[in-house]
């Protein structure tokens, strides 16, 4: 049987040799990025969508034919009012 030579008995010897230290980059050479505008546009869609998304949704057209309707004195009457707060009722205890 042969046993060739492995190396020298400490086999991290080389490892321990005090080298020069190695300078970094210098201070001036910071990293940067750059967004394009379409980027820039995109992300600000996105953003939008999330916000319509997320908001409740509010028919302005509806609500000044509600409020029309309000004003005008022959609109409120006793059947108006009863139906108006039945389906008060009904959203408030989910009847």
Known sequence: ???????????????NRPEKAVKSASKGDQD???????????????????????????????????RRKLEDPSYMNDAVINIVADKIMEDVFKV
């Open 1 to 15: 049987m042969t046993i060739d030579k492995l190396g020298s008995i400490n086999p991290l010897q080389h490892y």
């Open 32 to 66: 940067s990025i750059s967004v394009s505008s379409e980027a820039r546009a995109m992300g600000e869609l996105y953003q939008v969508s999330e916000i319509v998304k997320n908001t409740d949704d509010i028919r302005l057209d509806r609500i000044e034919e509600v």
